[in-house]
């Protein structure tokens, strides 16, 4: 049976080019699945050996543990700006979310506005 060694959703190109490039430097076979059109699937990188999917997930803890040490914190506006952007991409997750936090919000504050 196969192991999900790698989950590809929210993560940029370039990472996961890195680590498909890693498993091939590597040796490891691997495959990958998408997401499918409606988004419900599993996106990700799998190997189907055991001892090799050991190795994978070895190798990439390394590679994720060295990036975090690169990474630096983002700012306010950047995280805006990449939230504008996922939101251009993915439109109806972006809508149902924000819908779900008016919804959360305005049940939260409907308590404290009855006295009125």
């Known amino acids: 049976m196969a192991t999900l060694v790698f989950r590809l959703k929210y993560v940029p190109d370039e990472e996961a080019n890195d680590i ?37 997930l070895a190798l990439i803890r390394e ?19 990449g939230y504008l952007q996922h939101a251009r991409q993915n439109p109806a997750e972006a809508f149902f979310t924000l819908i779900a936090i008016v919804l959360i919000l305005g049940l939260s504050i409907m308590p404290f506005t009855l006295w009125l």
Not at 22 to 48: C, N, P
Not at 71 to 77: D, T
């Open 20 to 56: 498909r490039q890693l498993l091939t430097d590597h040796e490891i076979a691997f495959y990958e699945t998408s997401a499918g059109r409606w988004q419900v699937s599993m996106a990700g990188l799998w190997v189907k050996d055991k001892e090799q999917a050991a190795k994978a």
């Open 63 to 81: 590679d994720q543990i060295a990036r975090a040490q690169t990474m630096r914190p983002i700012s306010v506006g950047q995280w805006v700006l």
